[in-house]
């Protein structure tokens, strides 16, 4: 074997082995993104679960126990956040209760563990999206749900779903 | 005595390349019949949930204050009422899970029917699931006993809903790979849960 027919033989060992890296890689990429959307799946289900477990409590801490109708949206929470006391999910009486929690939890029979962070505001009536300076009869609660176990193997690999639910005040007289 | 030690080379270098190249192959096949069965499973799970999902939410809806919603809480079934026309007429739905034995023709030995039932119709088909679990909670947080007691219905503030999805045909794996208590081929699966509040019945 000449040694030009043995350059010829290594370069074409690099080239396979670039083609062989680079479907590697393929292969494990394709397999992220299938995972993502069973992440995808687990993340929307549990944001759901807390934003239902939200329509089901009071507007505000002052219609929690008050079958009084609020004439004037001043006369509602200044602080948006859990009152003394109410120190779990199953403890929070009103919306603005989950200001500012954050709650872990694992999917039942996976080993998935996702992360939930909570931002309750007063929102603009004439645009939900925008907060408000002041109390209104809306608020937005903004919910960003990731996984944390098992952990991403990059900063790119998982996406945070981002959900929000506007609660409006509303009594029957 | 050069030209056979070429020859000999050659046959080498080429039976690797041929080695890896099958391997590759093998792998790119297993691969493509798994993602595909990912994304099945995937899309029969939302599909399916959808459905739950939808008629759990409206749990409920147009019952009269004083009639109770839940009427049956079990770990695997469930009967609620709910307007589902809006025509004023309270209808009772049943979701409840079949048997293996319904799906033997299938190679997953896991799957089984969830079915669903309205008044007094036909028992539907809805999907094919492995799990499909219920779960109810007080308004304090407190499991209730399964099957929940009749006294204790209205007390169910919360239906946490597991369901699990998997493919129902795929690929065996090779029997010297499968270990003790593993099964024989590479299922995929999908999970799903969630907690609906049974809004409509808590303090019925």
Known sequence: MTTGQTMLTLG??????????????????????????????????????????????AFDNVTDSSDIAIANPSALSS????????????????????NGATVDKQATGSNRRYRTTFSVCYANPNDVSQKSGGKTYLKRMDLKTWRIEPPAA???????????????????? | MSALFDVIASMLFGGTLFMIVLTANDIATENQSTYNGDMLVQEMLTSTAQLVEGEFRNMGFGVPEHQRTITYADSTAIS??????????????????????????????????????????????????????????TRDGEVLPIPVPWDRLTEIHVVEVTMEVQNPYAPYRDAAMVKSGERNALYSSSLWQQTRLASQNSRR
């Open chain 2, 80 to 137: 609620f009422l709910c307007d589902l026309n809006r025509d004023g007429n309270i209808d009772t739905l049943k979701y409840t899970l079949g048997g293996t034995d319904e799906l033997l023709d299938t190679q997953n030995e896991m799957d089984r029917f969830l079915k669903r039932k309205v008044n007094t119709g036909q028992i539907m088909s809805v999907g094919a699931v492995t799990t499909f679990k219920l779960r109810y909670h």
């Open chain 1, 79 to 98: 602080v948006l956040g859990p009152e003394a006391g109410e120190d779990s999910l199953s403890q929070y009486n009103d919306f603005d209760d989950f």
């Open chain 1, 12 to 57: 074409a060992f690099v080239f396979l082995s670039t083609i062989m890296l680079n479907f590697y890689r393929l292969v494990a990429d394709t397999g992220t993104v299938i995972a993502s959307g069973q992440d995808g799946i687990l993340a929307t289900t549990i944001a759901t679960s807390y934003m239902e477990l939200a329509q089901g409590v």
């Open chain 1, 154 to 173: 990059g900063p790119n690999d998982i996406d945070t779903l981002r959900t929000s639910l506007v609660m409006g005040y509303f009594h029957f007289d």
